[in-house]
């Protein structure tokens, strides 16, 4: 079953605004990943946060970790035509079988130039 | 470079006739995993191994089977594709340590069931 869900289902934004993706999810976790898909592509990695951290940054992206709340939010600033994408979030639920990775249904955005 | 390559790209089948769904690795990592994504929705998890120690999901159905014969390759058998079993093959590879790291992807197979 899956874990996340993210929120909105699809974004539209102009190049240089800031975009706002957030995921919920149901039960404990280990650590919730945030990826990326181009259209008819496999996913690509973009930032980890483990559940003892509130907050990291990787370039233009910033992530936050709510545990109390069981939410996430993956901020993109000064957005690029190139980020337009799907953005997953992916959760290690704490306590399952060794391995389990479940995705949300994922935010479209897309970026105007 | 080391990468996940799955093959083929693309793969069209007939209804009711198995096909084989192939993936191999080059990073040596012991976790191998294989998603099922439809249009517009998230990659459903079908299966993982870890190791050689084979994980189903309770809701895959038995249709689907798969194979690890050794560390660098992973097959998804589809035994007998029904339209619906049209989607997007996913074949990841990750470590396990604490807990999951990163998950690192290949390019896909798109399987279309005439």
């Known amino acids: 079953s899956q874990q996340g869900e993210e929120d909105p289902q699809a974004l539209s934004i102009q190049e240089g605004e800031n975009a706002t993706m957030n995921c919920s999810y149901k039960t404990s976790i280990n650590n919730l990943q945030w990826y990326r898909q181009n259209s008819g592509r496999g996913l690509v990695h973009l930032i980890l946060i483990r559940s003892n951290e509130r907050e990291k940054h990787s370039g233009r992206l910033r992530v936050t970790l709510d545990t109390s709340k069981k939410s996430s939010s993956l901020l993109i600033t000064a957005s690029r035509a190139a980020d337009t994408a799907s953005y997953f979030c992916a959760t290690d639920t704490r306590g399952s079988t060794l391995g389990r990775l479940y995705f949300g249904r994922g935010t479209q955005l897309t970026v105007w130039p | 470079d080391a990468m996940v390559i799955q093959n083929p790209r693309y793969q069209v089948t007939q209804f009711g006739k198995p096909v084989t769904l192939s993936c191999s690795q080059t990073?040596?990592?012991?976790?191998m995993y294989w998603y099922q994504q439809k249009s517009s929705q998230a990659p459903k998890l079908l299966f993982h191994y870890y190791d050689k120690d084979f994980n189903n999901e309770a809701d895959t159905p038995d249709n689907f089977q798969s194979r690890r014969p050794n560390t660098s390759f992973c097959f998804l058998d589809i035994r007998s594709p029904g339209l619906g079993d049209a989607a997007m093959y996913l074949c990841?590879?990750?470590?396990?340590?604490?807990?999951?790291?990163?998950?690192?992807f290949g390019s896909g197979t798109q399987l279309s069931v005439l």
């Open positions: 990841a590879t990750s470590t396990y340590r604490q807990s999951n790291e990163k998950l690192f």
């Open positions: 990073l040596n990592h012991n976790v």
